[in-house]
């Protein structure tokens, strides 16, 4: 079994920045995809962004722009940058990772989340 662990959460100001960063028990970020998810109170869990194995990577079009994520095999850590946050961006966030190089379906691993709260 993988576990993920989500570090860097806090509270910010809008405007301000965040960087998140996510660690596997195994090394599955230099071979697998993975991504960042949110859920906010009340409201279903939704993407972010995710990364493939070769780097290609996709967003949510709510952070399109301000958000960026990246992947370290070395480091065996994928990172999410996020910046000129707004409180639409409070919510849980999770890391995830598919059991393979490409994001298809729902991932296989994830972790239990960090928190980020963005104030007005």
């Known amino acids: 079994q993988v576990h993920l662990v989500e570090t860097g959460g806090g509270s910010v100001h809008a405007g301000g920045s965040l960087t998140l960063s996510c660690t596997a028990s195994?090394?599955?970020?230099?071979?697998?995809?993975a991504g960042w998810y949110r859920q906010a109170p009340g409201r279903q869990r939704d993407m972010v962004a995710t990364?493939?194995?070769?780097?290609?990577?996709d967003y949510a079009k709510s952070v399109k722009g301000r958000f960026s994520i990246d992947r370290d095999a070395a480091k065996n850590t994928v990172t999410l940058q996020m910046d000129n946050l707004n409180p639409e961006d409070t919510a849980l966030y999770y890391c995830?990772?598919?059991?393979?190089?490409?994001?298809?379906?729902?991932?296989?691993?994830w972790g239990r989340g960090a928190q980020v709260t963005v104030s007005s």
């Open positions: 995830a990772s598919w059991r393979g190089s490409y994001v298809v379906g729902q991932p296989e691993y």
């Open positions: 195994e090394n599955v970020f230099s071979m697998y995809a």
């Open positions: 990364i493939t194995s070769s780097h290609r990577t």
